[in-house]
């Protein structure tokens, strides 16, 4: 069946301004073409040729060059289908019982935050949120208040998928290590943009996905797992996936080594000179991403509105981070992300972009306003007047929503 007419081509993909790499990395043209080659022979010959075809690049390379991302030996490296997936294998074979304690963050995501509350309840354990300081950092002194042998895990994002708040992942191993505690860190969202050394960290556990920063294909994610310290195993990725993930590896490798351009400071400039934006920031350091909101355009009017202008962008939900501050008034944000294969002419143009689509929602809500004030109120047959033009409409996910543990 012949595509629609009107859906975008490879080209018109190539024109956008990509800010949203920390939700899906846009794959270099080596990738790409590694992916679709061996997508192409998986089609024509099956997965085991392909499997025999790329030998040593699944058995040995890609995890050569895992160990050295990650700061760890190359054969305590594993593949997994994402970062969520690893996790799920790894902790929740974890075996704890009703007098063991679980630490976690405001930070964690949804999909962590999962397992562990079925950790929790399949093991009658307690789960603790290490509280914020004021200024969105990490309560250190908390933890070095609170800790003894009865905290068993402790998982800890290193970067926040909410706004980019960088974690003191470091420090916080240094703390951990004279107790029991494993120590689990989420790299998935640094991992690419930031060092990430689990040696360093001295974590038992980093989970990532292989699709944000590192700009690798979507279904393959990887972790280090300390020897002898956990059980379970994740679900494997496709072979394909492996190899583009492989070659995604050696790209970063190569792009790391370049001078890169300060491109946040720069998108935090631009939001913060237009009226009625609000940015959602929390911690002393940020990296990659930016989230905010506006005062009384929706964020999803909002997303729309920029990708009709060719500048791409994520919208957010409360539910993804629902122990975040800033999920507290259930309000969605909307959250830019830029990486070293952006340029400054990226945000340029979405800031140029985002006044053009608040100017065009002002006139919208003016224009609204003066006709309801022209005609007669409109009246249902439940004697309500008539709704606004940015009416609160069902959300079109469906979040596991949770409550603040303790």
């Known amino acids: 069946m012949n595509a629609p007419t009107n859906a975008p081509t490879y080209d018109d993909i190539r024109r956008t301004a990509h800010l949203d790499t920390a939700g899906t990395g846009r794959m270099p043209d080596g990738v790409r073409a590694v992916l679709a080659a061996c997508t192409a022979r998986d089609d024509r010959f099956g997965s085991r040729a392909l499997r025999e075809h790329l030998g040593a690049v699944l058995d040995t390379e890609v995890h050569e060059r895992l160990g050295a991302l990650l700061g760890v030996p190359a054969g305590d490296t594993v593949l997994s289908t994402g970062a969520a997936a690893a996790f799920d294998a790894f902790v929740g074979a974890a075996r704890l019982g009703p007098g063991d304690r679980i630490w976690t963050t405001p930070h964690e995501g949804v999909d962590h935050l999962s397992t562990l509350c079925a950790l929790r309840d399949r093991t009658r354990c307690r789960l603790e949120v290490v509280p914020l300081r004021a200024d969105g950092d990490l309560d250190l002194d908390w933890m070095r208040a609170h800790i003894d042998e009865d905290v068993a895990l402790v998982s800890v994002v290193h970067v926040s998928s909410a706004c980019g708040t960088v974690n003191a992942v470091e420090r916080v191993g240094r703390l951990l290590a004279p107790h029991r505690a494993r120590y689990a860190v989420d790299a998935s969202h640094s991992v690419g943009q930031l060092p990430v050394d689990a040696a360093r960290m001295e974590a038992q556990l980093v989970t990532a996905d292989g699709w944000r920063f590192l ?92 990708a009709r202008r060719g500048v791409v ?13 800033a999920a507290r008034d259930g309000a969605t944000a909307v959250r830019a992300s830029v990486h070293h294969d952006n340029g400054a002419q990226d945000v340029d143009r979405f800031e140029r972009a985002l006044r053009e ?10 224009h609204a306003g003066a006709v309801f004030a022209a005609a007669p109120a409109a009246v249902g047959a439940d004697g309500a007047g008539a709704p606004s033009p940015y009416r609160a409409k069902p959300a079109g996910r469906r979040h596991l929503t949770l409550h603040r543990a303790t």
């Open 215 to 306: 700009r690798g294909p979507d279904a393959v994610g990887f972790a280090y797992a300390a020897p002898g310290v956990w059980g379970g195993r994740p679900p494997a990725p496709a072979p394909a996936a492996v190899a583009a993930l492989n070659a995604a590896l050696a790209h970063h490798a190569a792009a790391s080594r370049l001078p890169r351009e300060d491109l946040l400071a720069r998108l935090r400039a631009a939001v913060e000179r237009t009226p009625g934006i609000e940015v959602l920031a929390a911690g002393r350091e940020q990296a990659g991403m930016l989230a905010f909101r506006h005062g009384e355009v929706p964020a999803a009017l909002i997303r729309r509105g920029l």
């Open 313 to 325: 962008l994520r919208k957010s939900v409360a539910q993804e981070n629902p122990l975040h501050p």
């Open 357 to 366: 689509v608040l100017r065009e929602e002002q006139q919208k809500r003016e």
